[in-house]
């Protein structure tokens, strides 16, 4: 053995470090082994570096023990070798296990543990179906970087999953195995660098809604020739003050008495969004349907011939005339004022004729409404009327429910009246009003009078009117341009309009679309857009289920996931140290059986294998 120095310069200053070297045999000739390194021998002559590496050599041969317990220094060199000896040992030994036995390892099973779990199941079949639909692709195309891909995802991930706000995200994040699964770090992640993504995505919500929906017309195979439309509302927790769209008016969700957004949504007869657009609160239903053909015109195109459906909040004559002008179809449902011509129609059982309806693979037992339809030709329209036996108990219980809520606020009214609270006939004439616009369907049964110089409110029913009403409950008129439809096909296209409703309850409660907490107009149509996006993962999901005859809902499917894992093994083993296997855990056959449906590979993740010393553990 000799001692060679070793030089290095770094930032502009050189270095010296000593190194004890061993002469060795090889195949190839003799070569130069470094055993250690031996720091600075500044302090010791160079003279005497031979002399130390001679006394070093004689007490690792186990020659000279007393040597090294004179002289403290070579005591301290020697240590230093073993002690690499023994790691070289250690890997040598691993090494010829691997080429012989793969990975074979010695481990005291008595000590063997495992840690960090994460939730896997529901994030691994998220990320395949993101992956799938290549919206990772989409984003880079429009200019995302890695990170901005990663940071996209996560967040739709947790509104697919876990729906929570941006604040919250972060824990969640780190909770599931979406950093072993897209291979980032979140620990550091803050809610931050969240709502910057969400000013990222803001400006590019039409380019990739755009491009998904090409995306999964190939994926899917979706029809395009018809579109389904319809609007619900959206409140905000808070004032709202920084969202000029943010304003009160005709509440879905049962709370007037907060800021709303409307949104507008179109999809298609599978249940895939077209695209969305996000309302001033008070706008009215009829005035959007001209905004969103130009949005779908601009996004999907409109070809001749395609048929528009829409309720009866958009079946005005205006709007009629704008799905006309694009040379489009339509199926509408009327009006109730256009529905009561039809009262003589309705009440005449000849030409009604039975809807055959499935009974549903979910529930085989559970009984259907049953549906009758007829038509009649009106000029260039067609008439379907429908009567349906679920929907006249239902009429029938709303009704009778709104009829004693009014009738109990006109004798509220009538109390303060005749306690003289309410004294001018203008005052009293608004509070009427009033009522009728908050009971629309049963007021008008009403004829409310007002005696001023008796200052007494009456009320008497029409009891005409009523009965008309009543013979009505169940029934509903469809208009359409199609002639090539019969009355019970024009009955099938209308209901497909389920579809949208569908995806506005999934947006709302799966998904938790409301109530919204940002205050600013770029975050409230960004976060609407997150649950579209997350929706249309949901939807492709259930539908891939639905292919195969299997009704089950992504709410079944996430809690059945819940339990497939991925987590930390953690090894000791003979020799001091320590391997540790990151792995997904084997799925139980619940799960592999929902992996088969999906398409989705069992393994989660390729196992990440580390070793640590055992100094190191301690």
Not at 4 to 13: C, E, S
Not at 98 to 120: I, Q
Not at 208 to 230: G, P
Not at 236 to 241: D, N, R, S
Request: aromatic share 8%; with cysteine; proline share 4%.
């Amino acid at each position: 053995m000799f001692i060679r120095p070793a030089k290095r310069k770094y930032k502009g200053k050189q270095y010296t470090n000593y190194v004890l070297v061993q002469s060795i045999r090889t195949p190839k000739g003799p070569r130069q082994k470094n055993i250690c390194s031996l720091g600075d021998l500044s302090p010791r002559p160079r003279a005497e570096w031979l002399k130390l590496a001679h006394k070093v050599e004689v007490a690792l041969v186990g020659q000279g023990d007393w040597i090294a317990g004179e002289d403290p220094e070579v005591e301290q060199i020697v240590q230093r070798v073993r002690e690499q000896q023994r790691k070289q040992g250690r890997k040598e030994r691993r090494e010829a296990l691997r080429e012989k036995d793969g990975e074979l390892v010695a481990v005291h099973t008595d000590r063997v543990s495992t840690e960090l779990h994460r939730e896997a199941g529901p994030v691994h079949v998220g990320y395949h179906f993101w992956k799938r639909m290549g919206i990772d692709e989409i984003l880079r195309e429009t200019g995302f970087s890695e990170g901005a891909v990663a940071l996209t995802c996560v967040m739709t991930m947790a509104r697919l999953i876990h729906p929570c706000s941006e604040h919250a995200m972060p824990d969640w994040i780190r909770g599931t195995a979406l950093a072993d699964i897209l291979g980032y770090s979140f620990e550091r992640l803050s809610d931050d660098a969240l709502y910057r993504n969400l000013d990222r995505l803001y400006p590019n919500r039409a380019v990739i809604e755009s491009k998904l929906v090409e995306r999964e017309q190939d994926l899917f195979n979706l029809d395009r020739t018809v579109f389904l439309y319809d609007l619900t509302s959206t409140y905000f927790e808070g004032l709202a003050l920084g969202n000029p769209k943010a304003k009160r008016g005709y509440s879905r969700d049962k709370r007037p008495d907060c800021k709303q957004v409307v949104v507008g949504l179109v999809v298609n007869r599978d249940g895939f969004p077209l695209a969305h657009e996000v309302f001033e609160g008070n706008r009215l239903d009829r005035s959007t349907l001209g905004e969103m053909l130009d949005l779908l015109e601009k996004r999907v195109g409109l070809k001749q011939g395609q048929t528009v459906v829409v309720d009866r909040g958009m079946s005005f004559d205006d709007n009629l005339e704008e799905i006309r002008s694009r040379k489009l179809r339509y199926i509408v449902a009327s009006r109730q004022a256009e529905r009561d011509r039809w009262l003589a129609e309705f009440e005449d059982d000849e030409g009604f004729e039975p809807v055959f309806r499935k009974p549903s693979p979910r529930n085989p037992y559970q009984k259907k409404s049953e549906i009758r339809v007829k038509e009649r030709q009106c000029g260039d329209e067609k008439h379907v009327l429908c009567l349906s036996s679920e929907r006249t108990e239902k009429d029938r219980a709303i009704r009778e429910k709104q009829e004693k809520r009014y009738i109990s606020d006109l004798a509220k009214l009538e109390k303060r009246v005749e306690n003289g609270k309410l004294v001018k006939p203008i005052k009293v004439g608004e509070a009427i009003g009033r009522l009728k616009e908050r009971y629309p369907r049963v007021a008008r049964y009403y004829r409310v009078g007002y005696d001023e110089e008796a200052k007494k409110l009456s009320w008497v029913v029409d009891e005409d009117r009523r009965g008309k009403a009543e013979k009505l409950d169940g029934s509903y008129l469809l208009k359409t341009d199609r002639k090539d439809l019969s009355a019970e096909e024009a009955w099938r296209v209308y209901i497909l309009l389920t579809r949208a409703e569908k995806a506005f309850r999934d947006m709302k409660s799966p998904l938790a679309e409301r109530p919204i907490f940002h205050q600013v107009e770029r975050r409230v149509d960004t976060h609407i857009f997150l649950c579209v996006l997350a929706y249309h993962l949901l939807v492709a999901i259930e539908k891939t289920l639905l292919d195969q005859r299997i009704h089950t809902s992504w709410g079944t499917v996430k809690e059945t996931l819940k339990t497939h894992q991925v987590s930390t093994v953690v090894l000791p083993t003979d020799d001091g140290s320590v391997l540790r296997i990151r792995k997904g855990s084997t799925p139980e056959p619940e799960h592999k059986e929902i992996y088969d449906l999906l398409s989705v590979p069992y393994e989660v993740m390729k196992p990440v294998k580390t070793w640590t010393a055992a100094e190191q553990e301690m």
